[in-house]
């Protein structure tokens, strides 16, 4: 948040300053890496496969069924979302934004607001209506946008911190809750892989491809581009609520909350 607001604050919005401030900070960052402390890597029992070395081998729990679905969500949520990135600058600019950086920190914003509510979401809610509501909102987050007004985009955009959080961040948490102490490093880097690999990758391709179909001599379709990907939004969180069973117990394993 702070550095979108410096870009705007400097009028870096639409220029290269933008770039060679993160590049500098990012220069700045590697540095510090060198300060921190040296922790050996955990001793493995007996020679690592592989497999093993590789992370492959956390494929393994995808045979569970509740695992599986999780996991499947996540990948299928990541390939629409990938276009929030990119493409809502450009909507705000066209509508007449200027400072697009500062504008986008809303998603930010409802993010802080999300995490600081899970806690009490895992004690009241089951963790499938969590799930639930991250794709809610971000079905709601790309309707909003298709109406292609200034208000609701604004509207849509501060709905993606709330719809981020409560899927992707409790995904994490189920994973540290469910999966064995042996398997979370991997279950979480598995995670990753799905979403910032198969599911961004697919997505940055996919949305790319589509931005470019919608868009026509007299202007881009924004409405057609946004409601698409709301439909798509949809489809994955029908998919969940059908896939997903849940275990019956909380998430701090008490009879308060459900999962």
């Avoid at 995808?62 to 996540?74: E, M, P």
């Avoid at 990119?86 to 909507?91: E, Y």
Wanted: aromatic share 14%.
């Amino acid at each position: 948040m702070a550095g979108c607001w410096l870009v705007s604050a400097l009028n870096a919005d639409a220029s290269t300053l933008a770039e060679f401030t993160s590049a500098a900070t990012w220069l700045v960052l590697a540095a510090f890496t060198f300060l921190l402390p040296s922790v050996p890597p955990p001793k493995s029992a007996g020679h690592p496969t592989l497999l093993q070395r590789l992370g492959w081998d956390a494929f393994v729990l995808l045979k569970n069924h509740d695992h599986r679905v999780v996991f499947i969500t996540v990948a299928l949520f990541s390939i629409p979302l990938a276009a929030f990135y990119p493409f809502t600058p450009l909507h705000l600019q066209q509508l007449g934004f200027k400072h697009v950086s500062a504008w986008m920190t809303l998603a930010q914003t409802t993010e802080l607001v999300a995490m600081f509510a899970l806690a009490g979401l895992f004690l009241r809610w089951r963790l499938k209506w969590i799930f639930a509501a991250g794709l809610g909102f971000g079905l709601l987050r790309f309707a909003l946008c298709a109406l292609n007004g200034r208000a609701w985009l604004l509207a849509g955009t501060t709905m993606h911190g709330l719809s981020f959080t409560l899927y992707f961040i409790t995904a994490q948490i189920y994973i540290d809750e469910r999966v064995g102490s042996e398997w979370r490093a991997r279950a979480q880097a598995l995670m990753t892989l799905m979403t910032n690999g198969v599911g961004n990758l697919i997505g940055y391709l996919g949305t790319g491809w589509w931005f470019a179909a919608c868009a026509r001599p007299a202007g881009m379709q924004w409405s057609l581009f946004w409601g698409v990907l709301a439909a798509a939004v949809a489809a994955v969180l029908v998919y969940f609520l059908t896939a997903y069973h849940g275990q019956g117990v909380g998430i701090n394993h008490t009879k308060e909350s459900k999962v």
